[in-house]
């Protein structure tokens, strides 16, 4: 049984900084994909940042240059740095594990970015 537990959320002002942490139970990030998507009111689920298999990492252009996934095989833990976020980045960031199984979701943290 897999489960991703996801922390970190909260409000944050244009410009700040959050880290987002997903820790695993019952399955690795450092041999399986990984990473995170965020979903807004009235929108789809889009990707925001991955890591692949062999360490590979994919972010959405939106993000790229302020986001950073990054992955403690150690702790089984995959992170998500978002520098100097923007209203537009407030969404329920999800993040996920691929496995031979499927994929398995977090529950999802609210991030909510606001003066």
């Known amino acids: 049984q897999v489960q991703l537990v996801e922390s970190g959320g909260g409000l944050v002002q244009p410009g700040g900084s959050l880290r987002l942490s997903c820790e695993a139970s019952?399955?690795?990030?450092?041999?399986?994909?990984g990473g995170w998507y965020r979903q807004s009111p009235g929108k789809v689920r889009e990707m925001v940042a991955q890591i692949t298999s062999n360490g590979n990492l994919n972010y959405a252009d939106s993000v790229k240059e302020r986001f950073t996934i990054s992955r403690d095989n150690a702790k089984n833990t995959v992170y998500l740095q978002m520098n100097r976020l923007k209203p537009e980045d407030t969404a329920v960031y999800y993040c996920f594990l691929d496995t031979s199984k499927g994929r398995y979701w977090g529950q999802g943290t609210q991030v909510t970015v606001s003066s």
């Open positions: 019952g399955s690795i990030f450092s041999i399986n994909p």
